[in-house]
């Protein structure tokens, strides 16, 4: 019997040891191991997100910017080489020998027509002589004369024209590159306004935990000329080059949401404005061959219909500055709007820093908005009939870009933020799966120790 009452308690001692050993010793080491080891998981998984965003954000950029030269050739921005001749592509156009001849081809037809109606006006004229004198033939003749000068002088005004636009074209190119301190691209533009808070110099990483940037520097104020992005600015620097981009920055402090915003918008704005210019190139060309048949009718209805013409030629002409401008100056403020320097919403208030970020991102959409409206404002004020028809035939091309825009903008948005989503969940379904395990050790060590004590009241039970 004492033989048993020992061995019972020997049990009971060397369970409450195994116990006590599980509880408090060896639980809180493997919790904090098991924590240790999510923290570097969810920090290893958050950094790989981060860099598979950036560089897709990198190839984002690189499309605008090539969608970018494109608009610049057909806008007049950029220069085309023709028979190893530099010129700008619609001087180009003009000066073809096919589009020459048939020019000189139909001016002979539209001197003969002119020829025409002057003999029709003045026999015309001399019928109503006797009745009323509204046409004296002196007029019909000085119509005819006019209609003459004006065959020499139209392709003197198209070459006019053309110098005229390519001058403004480029001094206000030259103006808004001197006030970004730089010739620089969009994407570049677009690239270094959403890494305000990701230099290497003045920030610390963002944490995969909390999502927070830890010790930087409040006192900043970035700026997309500052010493550390200005390289990049200038052509120093590539930002297509990601070994040279992850030494200057970091991949997680990227506002992601704002730069895909930003660029899937002028992708497609830049896509549309081309299109635009393509189709203001052919009008142009068309308005050119046929303008020697509006000149005809000068004799004819004293100039009412060519007036038309001139009045629908120049502002097709200037049609263009509205989308140059308005983009040019857009680009000047996205760097303001996406640095902390505008602040929409006060910081003092509950979820400032999302709602200024909302804010923020529906600015810039809008402003993207307004400049590929703004290829009518120009038409508006020139020839307000020749906008409102092209209002109407662009009425398709909005609603495409529309839906392509915004469908793109929400997948960006959600792989912004899903990357942010997965790591949580992550880091819950492995702080879950921790605390279940310590659960199941505890548990096993209380049900050891109380199977222990059981079979000792059993045995002392059997013993009495």
């Known amino acids: 019997m004492e033989w048993i ?74 220069t085309v080489e023709v028979h190893n001749k530099t010129t700008y592509l619609l001087d180009a156009f003009f000066q073809m020998e096919e589009v020459t001849r048939a020019f000189t081809l139909i001016t002979v037809l539209a001197v003969g027509i002119s020829f025409l109606f002057t003999i029709f006006k003045t026999a015309k004229s001399i019928s109503d002589m006797a009745l009323e004198d509204k046409n004296p033939i002196s007029k019909v003749l000085g119509d005819g004369m006019r209609a003459a000068i004006t065959f020499m002088l139209i392709p003197f005004l198209c070459i006019f024209l053309l110098q005229a636009a390519s001058i403004v074209t ?62 990049y600015l200038v052509g120093t620097k590539n930002y297509r080059d990601l070994l040279e981009v992850k030494k200057d920055f970091y991949a997680a402090n990227f506002h992601y949401v704002q730069g895909f915003a930003s660029a899937i918008l002028l992708l497609f704005i830049l896509a549309g404005a081309s299109l635009i210019f393509i189709r203001r190139l052919f009008e142009l060309l068309l308005l050119y061959l046929v303008s020697p048949l509006f000149v005809s009718t000068i004799p004819l209805d004293d100039g009412v219909l060519f ?36 602040c929409l919403y006060p910081a003092n208030l509950p979820n400032a ?37 092209d209002e109407q035939a662009g009425a398709l091309i909005q609603g495409i870009i529309v839906g392509s825009a915004s469908t793109a903008a929400s997948m960006a948005m959600s792989a912004a933020s899903g990357g942010t989503t997965t790591a949580l969940g992550a880091m819950g379904s492995l702080g879950g799966g921790a605390g279940g395990s310590l659960g199941k050790l505890a548990s096993a060590a209380g049900e050891l120790g109380g199977g222990s004590k059981n079979s000792d009241e059993n045995q002392r039970f059997t013993g009495k």
């Open 5 to 78: 009452i020992l061995e019972n308690s020997f049990v009971d001692i060397l369970s409450q040891i195994f116990y006590t050993l599980l509880s408090d010793v060896f639980a809180p080491i493997l919790k904090e191991i098991l924590n240790l080891y999510m923290e570097y998981v969810l920090t290893v998984f958050f950094s790989i997100w981060c860099e598979f965003l950036l560089g897709i954000f990198n190839v984002l950029c690189g499309l605008v910017d090539f969608v970018e030269n494109i608009f610049n050739v057909f806008a007049g921005i950029s």
């Open 170 to 231: 480029n001094q206000a190119v030259a103006s808004f590159n001197a006030a970004q301190h730089g010739e620089s691209s969009i994407g570049t533009i677009i690239f270094l306004s959403a890494s305000l808070d990701a230099d290497k110099e003045t920030t610390k990483p963002r944490s995969g935990l909390t999502g927070l940037m830890e010790g930087a520097d409040t006192d900043r104020s970035p700026s997309i000329d500052d010493t550390i992005r200005e390289p």
């Open 307 to 342: 007036s038309k013409w001139r009045e629908l030629f120049v502002a097709k002409f200037f049609s263009g500055f509205g989308v140059i401008f308005s983009m040019r100056y857009y680009l000047l403020l996205v760097p303001s709007i996406a640095s902390k320097r505008l």
């Open 353 to 389: 820093v999302i709602i200024n970020t909302v804010l923020k991102l529906f600015l810039i959409i809008g402003g993207a908005w307004a400049v590929y409206k703004s290829q009518h404002l120009m038409m508006q004020i020139l020839n307000p009939e020749a906008a409102m028809a």
